[in-house]
Each structure stands twice: as C-alpha cells, then as structure tokens.
C-alpha cells in the first residue's frame, strides 16, 4: 500500500512539473511577445515624428523607400506608407488623389481598388510583414495587410506602412489616399 501511494505520489509530481514547465514556456513566450510588440511600438514612436498637419519637409527612411509617401486618412486617424521603387508603386502613386472604400477581407487584410489597373513589370512578389502594401494583380485590388500572410504568385509589393500601424485591423469606410510631398 506505501509503495502504490509512492508511486502514485511521485506521478502526481512528474506531472505537475510538466504541468509548471508548459506554463514557463508559455509565459517565457509571452513575454517575448511583448518584448517584440514593445520593439515595433518604439520603431514606430520613433517614426511618428511625422507632422501629419502639414507637408513633412523629409521622408520616412527605409531601404525600400523611393522618397514617395501616401497618407491614408480616415475621420478618426492617419496611416502613412512609404513606396518602393517598383512600376506598379509609381503607376498607383500616378493616380493619387483618391477617395475609396476600403473592405475587409479574409481575416488579415484590408482591400480597396485603386482606378485604373496598375503596371507590374519589374515589381517584386510581396514578401513580408504586418504593414505590407501590395497589389493583386489577379483582382486588380490594393491590399494592406494587419496580420501575418503567406505570399503569392500574383501579389506585388508595393511599399511598407511606416506611420499608424496599429490603426490597420480598424480600416473601415471611406478612405482618402493622397501624395505626401516635400
């Protein structure tokens, strides 16, 4: 009887160790969680230097920038996006000015269509993040993603949000896509 109540005694213990041991992994990644969303909410705090009221006198520094920046405005709040070099980035770029609604799609993306068609030849196959503004050639939609994607034969990168990124999941309406100049 002493020895079955041992065994049994040291199960229970096994098991709550494993039990303890989950738990840690599953704080210890949370806590990385945290630490990289602290990261992204610095680089953007950093970022947001940008006076949105008015005409920035410089551009958002990125490897990919071009120096062509769009402002995406709704009533509530501002997303600023910085372009690629790409001859689709330009053709879109080239019809700014525009008032859109934009619509929710899948459960990580946010879409809307710009004008006229966009010219791909050149452009690179979206890859990325959070924040990646991309073109489906396909649909001939313009996509922004808030969450994770895959990629996709058919979807170009058009640039990067570099300014509101936090505001994306809550995209809704009307939209008005306009130039960012010197």
Same mark, same amino acid.
């Given at each position: 009887m002493?020895? /079955?109540?041992f065994?049994?005694l040291?199960?229970?213990t096994?098991l709550?160790m494993?039990?303890s !041991?989950c738990v840690n992994?599953?704080?210890? =990644?949370n806590? #990385?969680?945290n630490?990289s969303? #602290?990261?992204v909410?610095?680089n953007?705090?950093?970022k947001?230097?940008v006076?949105l @009221?008015?005409e920035?006198?410089? /551009?958002?520094?990125?490897e990919?920038?071009t120096g062509?920046?769009i402002?995406?405005? /709704?009533?509530?709040?501002t997303?600023?996006a910085a372009l690629n070099?790409?001859s689709?980035?330009?053709?879109?770029?080239? #019809?700014?000015p525009? /008032?859109?609604?934009?619509?929710?799609?899948s459960t990580?993306?946010?879409?809307f269509y *710009?004008p006229?068609?966009?010219d791909?030849?050149g452009? *690179?196959l979206?890859?990325?993040?959070?924040?990646?503004l991309?073109?489906?050639?396909p649909?001939g939609d313009i996509?922004i993603?808030?969450?994770?994607? =895959?990629s996709?034969?058919?979807?170009?990168?058009l640039g990067q949000?570099v300014?509101g990124?936090?505001?994306l999941? !809550?995209?809704?309406? @009307?939209? %008005?896509?306009? %130039?960012?100049?010197?």
């Amino acid at each position: 009887m002493k020895r /079955t109540l041992f065994y049994i005694l040291v199960g229970i213990t096994i098991l709550l160790m494993m039990l303890s !041991s989950c738990v840690n992994d599953k704080s210890n =990644h949370n806590l #990385q969680s945290n630490i990289s969303e #602290q990261k992204v909410n610095t680089n953007l705090e950093n970022k947001s230097n940008v006076n949105l @009221e008015s005409e920035p006198s410089t /551009t958002i520094e990125d490897e990919s920038n071009t120096g062509l920046q769009i402002r995406i405005q /709704t009533d509530s709040f501002t997303i600023v996006a910085a372009l690629n070099d790409s001859s689709a980035a330009k053709s879109f770029y080239d #019809q700014l000015p525009v /008032t859109l609604p934009v619509e929710n799609y899948s459960t990580n993306e946010k879409i809307f269509y *710009p004008p006229q068609k966009l010219d791909v030849s050149g452009t *690179p196959l979206a890859k990325g993040s959070i924040g990646t503004l991309a073109y489906y050639e396909p649909w001939g939609d313009i996509v922004i993603f808030y969450r994770d994607y =895959h990629s996709s034969s058919g979807l170009y990168q058009l640039g990067q949000v570099v300014f509101g990124i936090e505001q994306l999941e !809550s995209l809704s309406g @009307e939209i %008005k896509i306009e %130039k960012m100049t010197d």
